[in-house]
């Protein structure tokens, strides 16, 4: 597709679970995000890659948080020992790098932590 | 800290006419400054930026914002406003390299 595909569009798991959550960007777009989102909230940033590289990482809560993109590509984004805190949409977005601040934003994940 | 606000939690405006969302920043030096648009069930989309030049800035779907230094406002508007303008919108500013920091969004509310 020509848009930014993350899956699951959905997620229910139990407190103390692991959770994978994944990112196709747009096809030749080297920037690649990661933002959370909770109900009433703007987006909050979590992580920024550019290439294979995690650019600004300053986000991510804490060490339970980690994401990675081995090839420059798809990203995954991982949570340990899920809280029920970590409920919330998190959103990928990708842009290429001759167009900062212009993101392109998939339709989320949402994860619910029980 | 760059940081953008909204204060209005919701906008409701007839159809047909004016409607502006507002927003302000904070930022240190030359802001960045993006409005996003998210409809429901739908991803946030792109709207318009500010970077440099003209202060008022055209964007999608007949929407526009100006930037206005003196106040430190960027705020969106649109001449006429549609049903299907009714959305949660998001004001935003760049951060560091790449990033950034959106406000807590605005739901407008077209009546028909």
């Known amino acids: 597709g020509a848009g930014v595909s993350q899956t699951p569009s959905n997620k229910v798991t139990e407190k103390g679970k692991y959770v994978e959550l994944r990112c196709d960007p747009i096809?030749?777009?080297?920037?690649l995000y990661w933002y959370r989102q909770s109900l009433g909230q703007g987006p909050e940033f979590l992580i920024y890659f550019q290439g294979t590289g995690a650019a600004d990482d300053s986000g991510l809560p804490n060490d339970r948080f980690f994401a990675v993109r081995p090839e420059g590509s798809v990203s995954t984004l991982k949570i340990q020992r899920t809280e029920r805190g970590d409920s919330a949409v998190y959103l990928c977005?990708?842009?290429?790098?001759?167009?900062?601040?212009?993101?392109?934003f998939g339709e989320g994940s949402r994860l619910t932590v029980l | 800290a760059q940081s953008v606000a909204q204060p209005e939690d919701q906008v409701n405006v007839a159809e047909g006419n004016p409607l502006t969302v507002k927003c302000t920043y904070s930022?240190?030096?030359?802001?960045?400054l993006f409005w996003y648009v998210q409809y429901p069930n739908r991803g946030l989309q792109f709207l318009l930026k500010y970077i440099t030049g003209d202060n008022l800035v055209k964007g999608s779907y007949g929407f526009e914002a100006e930037f206005n230094k003196s106040q430190t406002s960027f705020h969106l508007k649109k001449p006429s406003a549609l049903v299907s303008d009714s959305a949660l919108y998001f004001c935003?500013?760049?951060?560091?390299?790449?990033?950034?920091?959106f406000g807590t969004g605005t739901r407008l509310t077209v009546i028909p």
């Open positions: 096809s030749g777009h080297t920037a």
């Open positions: 930022v240190s030096g030359n802001p960045y």
């Open positions: 935003a500013v760049q951060t560091g390299a790449n990033n950034l920091f």
């Open positions: 977005a990708s842009s290429s790098w001759t167009d900062a601040g212009e993101l392109f």
